[in-house]
């Protein structure tokens, strides 16, 4: 009953929201920022569809140029309206609806956003490992009298 009345007096709570507002324009300007990056990698290097992508969805769900032009549009407006103030929930769910669609589409674009998805990396080709390692020391050079089992050997008498 006690954290039923907690969280309910923290969802009531009226106070200052100057923190809040800034926390808004933060998270508008980083979504600018993606929009800005996507639209500069389009313009640069062309269309991520026209050469190699891998998509966590089906090539069916990935976006045509023009369809893909138009999802940077609307996250640019989104994100200015986040940043602006006006329709700011609504803006921030589209905007990041879309970063994360675009993020399915062309995941090697946003390798670096992978944490969520480590679980499906389990089951990638490369995450496959043949043949004996034991045998390799760091960075791939022959295991030597540096190497673990030299210093287990030595100290077994």
Do not use: K
Request: proline fraction near 5%.
């Amino acid at each position: 009953m006690r954290l039923d009345s907690t969280l309910r007096r923290l969802r009531d709570e009226e106070g200052d929201t100057y923190l809040l507002a800034l926390v808004r324009i933060g998270f508008g300007l980083l979504l600018l920022n993606e929009a800005w990056l996507a639209t500069t990698q389009l313009r640069d290097a062309g269309y991520f569809g026209g050469y190699f992508h891998q998509s966590f969805l089906p090539d069916g769900l990935v976006p045509s140029v023009g369809v893909y032009q138009g999802v940077l549009g609307v996250q640019f407006v989104a994100a200015a309206l986040v940043v602006a103030g006006r329709a700011a929930r609504s803006a921030l769910l589209v905007a990041a609806a879309l970063l994360v669609y675009v993020m399915l589409c062309d995941r090697l674009w946003f390798h670096h956003y992978v944490t969520p998805w480590r679980p499906s990396r389990r089951f990638s080709p490369s995450r496959r490992v043949t043949g004996n390692w034991s045998s390799v020391g760091p960075c791939g050079s022959p295991r030597g009298q540096s190497g673990r089992r030299a210093r287990s050997a030595r100290r077994s008498p």
